[in-house]
């Protein structure tokens, strides 16, 4: 299975890519999500998911690897936000904390940190929020050539980041995105 988990549509997919970008895709690949899926399938511990949609959020989650790596690579500051539940695969990752650094380090060779609260910091934010996350589905689509259509909402309508869909984001080395301020309380108040 592990094999299958790691190849699995995200071969299929590859549109566009520069040979620079060779050692980064096989990075990508060769990362052992496994022990992501089966937490995912899990229930109790995980999301209940069937396999089939633990593989293919997976396959989804390794696009967003590539394009924060490939973000890194070309100091491209302007964040990538994931799309329905590849947040929740890298949420699941994240909590494996060994693991995470690992593969953290081997892909980025740095720790990639997740910033929970872009969005959330008033009405300047939210936009900006919602226009990272339509940048980055032209990422995916400039790419890739496709993603889940359950995965975000329906093409050709106006991208709204609502519920879970536009949940957290990259921090990247972008002032707009990484300060210190977090949203509190008085904010509701």
Known sequence: MQAFCRGYFFQLSWRV????????KQKVEGLDLEPIVV???????????????ALATTSEY?????????AMQTNDS?????????DEVWHTHILDTEKYHQDCEQL??????????YGMRGETDRNNLVDS????LEKVLMHFGEFLDDMVPQRGMPLTCTGKWCGGTLVTDNAKIRST?????????
Not at 17 to 24: A, G, I, R, S, T
Not at 41 to 52: F, Q, T
Not at 78 to 86: A, K, S, T, Y
Not at 181 to 189: S, V
């Open 39 to 53: 937490k995912l399938m899990d229930p109790v511990e995980g999301k209940g998911w069937s396999l089939e949609k």
């Open 17 to 24: 890519f520069m040979e620079k970008d060779v050692l980064l």
């Open 78 to 86: 302007e964040p990538v936000v994931p799309w329905g539940g590849v």
């Open 62 to 70: 390794r696009k967003f690897l590539f394009l924060v790596g490939l």
């Open 133 to 136: 996350a339509r940048r980055t």
């Open 108 to 117: 980025f060779g740095r720790f990639l940190h997740h910033f929970p609260y």
């Open 181 to 189: 301020e977090r949203p509190h309380l008085a904010q509701f108040g």
